[in-house]
């Protein structure tokens, strides 16, 4: 057969070779869209560059180690400089970049992880560009500055859900949830028909996998504050959401680690659509739910695998492991479960299919910085009085009656009371001669460094503040108390940064300072006063304020290092009622910006 012969034309191939390489750039431009903003390479990209950004920043360990001696002895008169203009969000210890490569099994590659203090830029800061004072509460639990966090991810992919939505300047928060599109508050009422809200029963409540935390500011009416978390991912700024709506909030993943709380600390935990796998791993991801949860409390699932298409085998399993640690199934309400923990440890897992069993007795149930995960029942009888829900004081009596694990300190009541009074003192000493914002719509988020018993916190009750309390890791286990007040709180060690954004914090009040740098044993410096500074600068908002009690010479110490931070600080005199070699330091952080965002 012949061939059909064509005219031979130079416009035809050279057309298709054009529609080629355009096709070609568009779907490579589409495929690159999706990978930015669907997957964490967005986030790692993101990070890398800003990484590089800061490491250029005091780069040469030497040179930083120079530059901490200077700003200690007070012989750097200038202020510390400030990083670049893309680390307006940087979160030392949640590095995309430095986490990319590791094990994605149990979420590893998403936990807290810290740079040494040498691949740490010694730097401030900025706000970004367009910066404002926040708006006050509570109306900021509506709405927030758009420039404040100008990332409009959630707002784009979650707004049909009711989360977030741009309007104007604002982003405004209607108060839905993926599981709660027609909003929080209509949600809550629903969980009340089967778990007592709004009654002084329950207090604590933890929200795991919270987004944006509308659950929790919606209960804060209900008089239960919740401590909200949610990892650092490519949702972008989940909790920095959260915080900047005045909503106690935290960053954090359920990983291979304890959440850094204390044993039996929440009346209520709650998850939300948070796709916590709870019966894998042999349920040792329930297992830790029941650890923080206090006997008699409430667990709440809403979402996956509860009544779930194509996930019968994950409802079965999850309700199996529930019946084995002999949680009551309250109700089934379409995709939402509600169980009630038992009270005590009546319940034995000694025969089940899941291989379930009880601590051993020496695990200390309250050992959780940097502690693994453990397949095994945390062991109620471990502490001693009645501390289940419904057998303590409601709330408010429960925060000033004193605990029954406070008596495992020597004296432990009578040190409670003390220091109750005298916290109560000082707060009224801050307020009135001092003059300082507390219970002033400029403060709304509140950190306690050093919190021992919360003191402070229990004598802000009547403000509308919310107050994260820290007690440090290498200092005696008082966390429990805290939270048998009903007030909230996380372990911390300070020679680390702390696992939030930058400008989280109206105000941050710290006692006895240098010591949350030091070896108990030795006395020796563990870190440095400079970092710790910067790192209180960090999650400090601009005009926010900083309150140092300590002895003259420590205060006279950072008092030349609050110059270099860019803080306004004035040195006072301890109230008249106290005893001790003291000051105090109240410092203001300047609102300041980068030469290129200035107007």
Sequence with gaps: MGHLNLPASKRIPRQWRLLDLVSAAFFGIVILFFLLVFTPLGDSMAASGRQSLLLSTNADPKQRHRLVALVEQGQHQQPIEACPADAVDHMPCEDPRRNSQLSREMNFYRERRCPPPEETPLCLIPPPDGYRIPVPWPESLEKIWHSNMPHNKIAERKGHQGWMKLEGPHFIFPGGGTMFPDGAIEYIEKLGQYIPIGDGVLRTALDMGCGVASFGGYLLAKNIIAMSFAPRDSHKSQIQFA??????????????????????????????????????????????????????????????????????????????????????????????????KPAGDSCLPNQNEYGLELCDESDDSNDAWYVKLKKCMSRTSSVKGEFAVGMIPKWPARLTKPPARVTVMRNGVD???????????????????????????????????NAFFGGFAGALKSDPVWVMNVVPSRKPSTLSIIYDRGLIGVYHDWCEPFSTYPRSYDFIHVTSIESLIKHSSTGKNRCNLVDLLVEMDRILRPEGTVVIRDSPEVIDKIGRIAHNVRWTASIHEKEPESHGREKILVATKNFWKLPSAST
């Design 243 to 340: 915080l900047e709506r005045g909503i106690p909030a935290f960053s954090l993943m359920l990983g291979t680690r304890r959440l850094p709380f204390p044993a039996f600390s929440f009346d209520l935990v709650h998850c939300s659509r948070c796709l916590i796998p709870f019966t894998a791993y042999n349920a040792t991801y329930f297992l830790e739910v029941d650890r923080v949860l206090r006997p008699g409390g409430y667990l709440v699932i809403s979402g996956p695998p509860v009544q779930w298409a194509n996930q019968d085998k994950e409802w079965a399993d999850l309700q199996g492991v529930a019946r084995a640690l002999c949680y009551e199934l309250i109700a089934v309400d379409g995709n939402t479960a509600v169980w009630k």
């Design 415 to 449: 040190v409670f009371e003390a220091d109750t009074r005298r916290w109560a003192r000082r707060v009224a000493y801050y307020k009135d001669s001092l003059h300082l914002k507390l219970g002033t719509s400029a403060v709304r988020n509140i950190m306690d460094m």
